[in-house]
């Protein structure tokens, strides 16, 4: 196989996880786009420890500073790149990120992107398919964070799912195999219906532990899961996202996927006091994923003549509290 | 008419507002048990400002420190008052405050609960019927506040339903007679059922706006209605409560009461930029009434099998939030 040029663009915890692997490869040279780690990874390169692959550092073929860098072969970028793994917070009430490809892609470029939410694929097939540029959909359940700028720490899992997004059928079953062969057993191909279903899966919980950890001042998964009351308010949450979801998908959730008492039960064991990431983002003054987590569902659900009482209730309550944040209040 | 002797139990804003106005009738003796503002009413007295009744000073016939003294003859208490009006903030979760009325009560004595939220009467029926007391049921939409200890301004409506609760029909009219006497020309006495679905659909409302200002960071009351999320789910919690409320009671929402889009509809043109009592509450480091608002009306409408998705969303993440900082946590 001729070399395959690959750049993760947001090199955050979860991108420079999946980078470090594929960049095992002799056949691919994989670079990122940095940000506020920058510094430390041009000159240090990412220190990565994980359960499942050990203690080790990572190089990146290219470290850029921004996106339109890679795009420059002055600074070593290319005009056009085989794979880009998109890896950065969905956040389209803030911006569309899809015209950060510019000048990056073109035909048969593969656009994977690694987010969560719903929604998030529009934006890039309005953009680009007409250019002959390819998007994949992933979703992956990976437990990892950056401690410190160019230090990333895989807590645990390390599945995730890949699958065409109005492209081909077979479209990116290469990216699949490349991860099976470093070692992630359970990278997934997965058919475009059965990814959508996994999307809304994964943010019944999302949906649900996310934004209930905001709202209670910042509550552990752990302790929101023990608490009687709330442990039915998050069953409430999942179950009408895991109820809404075939009736806008078309067909049924999988057997196989967790129920909401299962989600649960398995929270309820998690001992890490591990906080949800958009409390994390909040306790930063960050912008929170309230769009793809909470406002896509709802709108999907309600152009089917769905209403989500539960989702509804917590997004505005959540937009409200960011946005007395945003125009200074003290909260 | 024989002279009749009222106590105030809890003479904040609202009991010092109605105590007030009844003392002008000369058969009427009203006294006060005070808490915080003790020392300055015992002083001073209250002074009220009033749209509907001026500006002028109270001096209530005694003034007591504490429940127990208001029984104590040596300190100008009675064994047994004709009256006691209950205007606390009720906080079942915290304590029963039934117990207060020891030694204060008798056969014939009528307790008038002026309190907030659904099944404040039934602790006082449980401890008190036997002996004779009755027990009426009222609900205010007096809007006042004690903006320092003793001096109280009431802003605007002065309307209060009475009804007797699990007692004689008529229990109760002579104490709607006396402030229709004294001015307050929409006072009111209602059937049991109907004083019900009234604590329906005020519970309406403050299950709305009370929790929602707490979750979104202290939001007036106004700028939640003009939020568009914000007002989906104010219309959404309401018309839950609307909904349930017949199916609890056993009969029809009265027409006259007004709809939740109404309601809405209200709240925006209110631009004094109020904020709800609950955030009050919170605000200054205080229990709030979260069992009367919003576990009462999740609790009766469970035991007919009806669930409230919005209301226990809401319950679940406002307590948690409450335990949160019960247990130290920076919020």
């Given at each position: 196989m001729a070399t395959q040029n690959v750049l993760i663009l947001g090199a955050g915890a979860i991108g420079a996880f999946y980078g470090s692997l594929l960049?095992?490869?002799?056949t691919l040279r994989v670079s990122v786009v940095c940000r506020s780690n920058f510094r430390a990874v041009s000159t240090s390169g990412f220190r990565v420890t994980s359960p499942t692959f050990g203690e080790y550092t990572w190089k990146p073929f290219k470290v850029f500073g921004k996106p339109a860098d890679a795009g420059n072969p002055a600074l070593?970028?290319?005009?056009?790149?085989d794979y880009i793994v998109v890896s950065t917070k969905a956040l389209p009430d803030v911006s569309?990120?899809?015209?950060?490809?510019n000048g990056l892609v073109g035909d048969g470029t593969k656009v994977v992107l690694v987010q969560?939410?719903?929604?998030?694929e529009e934006p890039y097939v309005a953009r680009w398919s007409s250019k002959g540029v390819r998007v994949l959909s992933a979703v992956t359940i990976a437990s990892c964070e950056?401690?410190?700028?160019?230090v990333i720490r895989h807590n645990r899992w390390t599945r995730i799912n890949v699958a065409p997004f109005k492209c081909p059928?077979?479209?990116g079953r290469d990216f699949v195999r490349w991860l099976n062969e470093v070692g992630?057993?359970?990278a997934k191909f997965d058919p475009e219906e059965k990814m959508q279903m996994l999307r809304w899966h994964k943010c019944a919980i999302n949906a649900a532990m996310n934004p209930s950890s905001v709202l209670s001042g910042g509550a552990p998964n752990v302790d929101m899961s023990l608490d009687e009351e709330m442990s039915r308010h998050l069953i409430g949450v999942m179950q009408e996202v895991i109820d809404t979801a075939p009736k806008v998908v078309?067909?049924?959730?999988?057997?196989?996927f967790a129920t909401a008492e299962q989600i649960l039960a398995s929270t309820k064991k998690n001992d890490s006091k591990s906080i949800p990431s958009m409390q994390q983002d909040w306790a930063k003054g960050a912008k929170m994923e309230l769009e793809v987590i909470l406002g896509a569902p709802i709108k999907l659900a309600r152009a089917k003549g769905i209403e989500m009482p539960r989702l509804q209730s917590i997004y505005a309550l959540i937009k409200m509290k960011q946005k007395r944040r945003d125009a200074g209040h003290k909260l």
């Open positions: 960049s095992r490869l002799a070593g970028g290319l005009r056009k790149w569309d990120d899809s015209v950060l490809l969560n939410g719903l929604g998030v950056q401690v410190e700028h160019g059928n077979d479209t992630v057993r359970d078309g067909i049924e959730m999988p057997k196989e």
